[in-house]
């Protein structure tokens, strides 16, 4: 799973790099988180079909799905997208869709973040209701709060292959196997601008912390950074066996 893509440098990145991963790792699916795929906030049609054509499976989101109107219906259409499955019903899109023989489910956090939805609550209902799911299961798990994350994992920790965290950007160093074979880390971070704020042009975030004026931010240039996690997963038991950090730069 490839950690939350940031404007065109995110997806030139993908472009790049994923094509040579697929083969060298022999990779039977890749997740990328891509509500920060357009210009640093939401996701087009574009460029939704920009980093699928890159090799991404399945796209999950989180709350800047939203930021860009034009992809509302096409979160209920055949492209596998996802919004997080926690926002209320009758809001478009699917929390969760099977892919290649596994179940990817996205969710979002409420702990600094929306009023959503029980995340916790919200997954349980899917695994005890959905029948004839496959073995391997993978949750995005989109939040802020490193404590909500890590409550989840040991929530869902053999329940679920892996639940691996976005949102913050910055790569966290716990990759680990859970008791009972679910692989957790708490952020994957981003793929993205190195020379920035988490993405975004440093000038510009630094002026709206000085002056607390609200002012548009603008993806940052230069070296790119390409966090993702490689999770191995025993496709009839459904636990996982390795999760290792992949982080390479380009430009």
């Not at 939350?4 to 060298?24: S, Y």
């Not at 601008?193 to 709206?208: F, L």
Request: proline share 5%; net charge neutral; glycine share 12%.
């Amino acid at each position: 799973m490839i950690g939350d893509i940031v404007g065109r440098p995110g997806r030139q990145a993908v472009k790049e790099l994923l094509p040579g991963l697929r083969q060298q790792y022999g990779l039977s699916l890749v997740i990328a988180n891509a509500e920060n795929a357009a210009g640093g906030f939401g996701l087009t049609l574009a460029t939704a079909k920009e980093i699928l054509n890159a090799g991404v499976d399945v796209m999950t989101s989180g709350n800047h799905i939203w930021a860009q109107q034009e992809i509302f219906p096409h979160l209920d259409g055949d492209m596998p997208i996802m919004r997080p499955l926690n926002y209320p019903s009758g809001v478009p899109g699917r929390g969760y869709l099977v892919n290649n023989q596994a179940m990817v489910v996205n969710l979002i956090g409420r702990t600094f973040m929306d009023d959503v939805d029980c995340p916790f609550r919200a997954v349980s209902q899917l695994l005890t209701e959905v029948k004839h799911k496959p073995p391997v299961i993978i949750v995005d798990f989109h939040a802020e709060a490193t404590s909500e994350k890590i409550a989840m994992g040991r929530y869902l920790n053999g329940r679920v292959s892996a639940v691996l965290g976005t949102h913050t950007h910055v790569g966290t160093t716990d990759t680990q196997l859970l008791s009972q074979g679910t692989a957790y880390v708490t952020d994957i971070g981003m793929t993205g601008p190195i020379d920035s704020v988490i993405g975004m042009e440093t000038k510009a975030v630094i002026k709206r912390f000085l002056t607390g004026i609200p002012h548009r931010l603008s993806v940052a240039k230069g070296k790119t950074m390409f966090n993702a996690v490689l999770v191995r997963v025993d496709g009839d038991s459904g636990r996982a066996t390795s999760i290792d950090r992949i982080y390479k730069e380009v430009g």
